[in-house]
């Protein structure tokens, strides 16, 4: 189940950040979503540790934490996009689907622009 | 759905809006109204180049953010790709279109040749003036190309020269 969906603009400010959990966790996802920020970036810094993924879109899977996976998409104008799961047995495949899906949603929408 | 809109309408639109910041909403200052219509196509270009790079993979250096926008970008915008690209390897690059589409149309006012040998020296400030009119339909497409490659991350200046209608170069130089 996906708990937490995240877009963040270029200069790491946050353009929109979206919850569902019933719980009042919301901060602490929210606190989970700030640290990925500082994985994506160290992902696309450095180029030895990407290898052959090196300009690929989607980052795959950021880092687990506590019950959480956290997945990473960077589009080509450094809006990041951040998912956090609780699913344990979930493929890459689906998720890069699902977020696909989602900007595809947020583009027939008017958001604010990252710029 | 996609929506679309038919191009002689987009034409009729940057025609008018460069008459109307030059002629109406700015009359008597052409470099405040050059600045405000770079600034619309500033705004359009960046939300041009985070449609148009959707579904791409990302972009290696400056050379392949230029080829984006000389190729894919161009043929979205105007349905043609940049004819000649032209670079320095330090940073200046100058893409020029053969047939620019906004100025394919156009038509320089022939009265300038009427001109006697007596007054030539007016006959260069009729020419410069049909020129800086030609160049305030330029400024738009500055701007989209800056847009464009500020939101990939690439900020640079862009500049346009019009040696011969309806062919145009436009020169962009990266910030360091």
Known sequence: MIVCVAVVGHQNNPLYIQSFTEADDALKLHHIVHCSLDVVDERVNNPKKSGPMLNETFLGLLYPIE???????????????I????????????VRNEISCCICRCSFKSIPCAG | MVREVSESCVDSLMTEMVACYCNRFYANKPELAARRIEAIGYQVGQQLSERYTMER????????????????????????????LKTNHRGTF????????????????????????????SAPTAESKAAQAMS??????????????SNLGIPCAVSADISSLPACSFVVRIKA
């Open chain 2, 136 to 149: 305030m339909h330029l400024y738009f497409p500055c701007g989209i190309i800056r847009g464009a490659l």
């Open chain 1, 67 to 81: 019950n959480y996976k956290v997945y990473g998409y960077l589009t080509n104008t450094k809006v990041k996009f």
């Open chain 2, 57 to 84: 993979p990302r972009f290696g250096d400056h050379l392949e953010a230029i080829k984006f926008i000389c190729k894919d970008f161009w043929s979205e915008v105007f349905k043609k790709q940049i004819d000649n």
């Open chain 2, 94 to 121: 100058v893409l020029q279109d053969n047939k620019f589409p906004w100025l394919a149309r156009m038509s320089v006012d022939p009265s300038t040749d009427n001109v006697s040998s007596v007054e030539d020296y």
């Open chain 1, 83 to 94: 998912l956090v799961t609780t699913d344990i047995d979930v493929k890459d495949a689906d």
